[in-house]
T-cell receptor, first 112, second 113 residues
């Protein structure tokens, strides 16, 4: 079993839809949770960062962490074609990027 | 502009040849990383370095080597011992310690024929 599981998709939705992307994990020591967005043939860029449980909102994006269920989510409201990308969850037990564990990535397409 | 530069963007090599991928950063970050990305497998850590002249193996270091002679540079050599070298290679850097964000380069697509 992988330490972090993410549905690879692909996921295709119409423009304006609410998108839900999810990851589950097995390591209860993870405390730092991130979502990266990766456009085709580019490097990932950090989208959201959350420490411990709870919600964090940034514009159309909301990140949720449920440590009791070992489950994290990224919601995208009013999705746009420019949101089409691969979304990678990442987590770490410690501060610092040397121990990041990534999910497989979910490929998302927003259709105009 | 500050950032991480990987070169080349695409690289083709014959089987059995060593090849070196370049990674340079001007963000003044202490830590640098090399990841490999394969379809359906996410990112896997190859090597990382937190200080000049020091580096540690990641999860899939076999068949790879690195050096860190300068803070700005962290080249990766894919050796002939790497059994399946065709992949997308990503270099990243971060502030050491409190910051968990890794900044990524644009990647190098290596194809071995």
């Amino acid at each position: 079993q992988k330490e972090v599981e993410q549905d690879p998709g692909p996921l295709s939705v119409p423009e304006g839809a609410i998108v839900s992307l999810n990851c589950t994990y097995s390591n209860s020591a993870f405390q730092y949770f991130m979502w990266y967005r990766q456009y085709s043939r580019k490097g990932p860029e950090l989208l959201m960062y959350t420490y411990s449980s709870g919600n964090k909102e940034d514009g159309r994006f909301t990140a949720q962490v449920d440590k009791s269920s070992k489950y994290i989510s990224l919601f995208i409201r009013d999705s746009q074609p420019s949101d089409s990308a691969t979304y990678l969850c990442a987590m770490s037990e410690i501060q610092g990027a040397q121990k990041l564990v990534f999910g497989q990535g979910t490929r998302l397409t927003i259709n105009p | 502009d500050g950032g991480i530069t990987q070169s080349p963007k695409y690289l083709f090599r014959k089987e059995g040849q060593n090849v070196t991928l370049s990674c340079e950063q001007n963000l003044n970050h202490d830590a640098m990383y090399w990841y490999r990305q394969d379809p359906g497998q996410g990112l896997r850590l190859i090597y990382y370095s937190q200080i000049v002249n020091d580096f540690q193996k990641g999860d899939i270091a076999e068949g790879y080597s690195v050096s860190r002679e300068k803070k700005e540079s962290f080249p990766l050599t894919v050796t002939s011992a790497q059994k399946n070298p065709t992949a997308f290679y990503l270099c990243a850097s971060s502030i050491l310690g409190l910051n968990t964000e890794a900044f990524f380069g644009q990647g190098t697509r290596l194809t071995v024929v």
